[in-house]
């Protein structure tokens, strides 16, 4: 006679991803997209027309305050084109971030009654975003080739393939502070309350509704190219748009800003899942 003992212990490793597992839930992953995408626009009278609608209607909202009151310039960029491509962009980023900041309170009910793991409810927030995201740019892509074929832009054609780079690492920025944030906020609720706020104000301080080109030579241009977000977005813009801010140094450090961003992002979500069915 033999006798057989199963041990199941906790997770103990701080910086452990388990993406074999996660791999082994990828079904999981597709439901929980599909799931989330369909109750995003669900009762709505317009449904999934909102995916175009809500970076149009914002682009024609900056046009008139930025472009046509304000006179800000868009470096000879068409000015719909401009803000639609900025918008689409931040859209993308501050989405995935809000919606990862709720991920242990909004998922509560489900992470009390079975096991699975968390990471793959992050994951999906990423993948809904990004389908959304692709669909901007079906819009985005057609106003290109028009005002490209017109003259009035040129886009960077050799760096093409830089750009599921740039976006990795903006959904990656976006799911490492969402989650840290998530992490928090299972006891401290305030911080839910001033993230919408915060988001507004961070946008106003990353190249979205105007060029950093504008900033060049005054104090605020070191400022907001610190911020590591205006970096991916103006190399975006500067490849699809063929005008923008590209500096080494500030890429670097938002690559960097990334990484360390991802590597707390794990400790915090790996603790705090262990515990946290009971503060929430």
């Known amino acids: ?34 799931k989330a995408f369909t109750l995003k626009y669900k009762q709505t009278m317009l449904g999934p027309a909102w995916i175009l609608l809500n970076p149009l209607l914002s ?12 006179g800000m310039s868009t470096d000879g960029v068409p000015q719909v084109l401009f803000y639609l491509t900025g918008t689409a962009l931040w859209t993308l980023f501050s989405s995935t971030l809000t919606e990862n900041a709720q991920t242990f309170i909004a998922n509560s009910y489900m992470f009390g009654k079975v096991y699975f793991p968390r990471l793959t409810v992050s994951i999906s927030y990423v993948l809904v975003n990004l389908i959304i995201f692709g669909i901007q740019m079906f819009m985005v892509a057609a106003l290109l080739v028009f005002f490209t074929v017109q003259g009035f832009i040129a886009p960077r054609w050799e760096l093409l393939i830089a750009i599921p780079f740039v976006l990795l690492q903006l959904c990656i920025l976006a799911m490492s502070l969402g989650i840290i944030l998530s992490s928090i906020t299972t006891k401290y609720r305030d911080l839910q309350i001033l993230v919408s706020f915060g988001m507004t104000l961070w946008m106003y301080a990353t190249p979205v509704v105007y060029p950093a080109s504008q900033l060049v030579g ?5 400022a907001v190219m610190l911020n590591p977000v205006s970096s991916p977005i103006e190399l975006l813009r500067y490849i699809l748009l063929g005008t923008g801010t590209v500096e080494p140094l500030f890429v670097a450090i938002s ?26």
């Open 1 to 34: 006679m033999q006798s057989y003992h199963v041990h199941i212990e906790p997770k103990t490793e701080g910086f452990s991803l388990n993406l074999r597992e996660v791999w082994q839930y990828r079904d999981l992953i597709i439901l929980l997209t599909k």
């Open 59 to 70: 682009s024609f909202a900056y046009l008139f305050i930025f472009g046509i009151i304000a």
């Open 218 to 222: 005054t104090p605020l241009h070191t």
């Open 255 to 280: 690559i960097a800003f990334t990484f360390v961003c991802a590597l707390i992002g794990v400790v915090l979500f790996n603790h705090v899942e262990k515990t946290f069915i009971d503060t929430v």
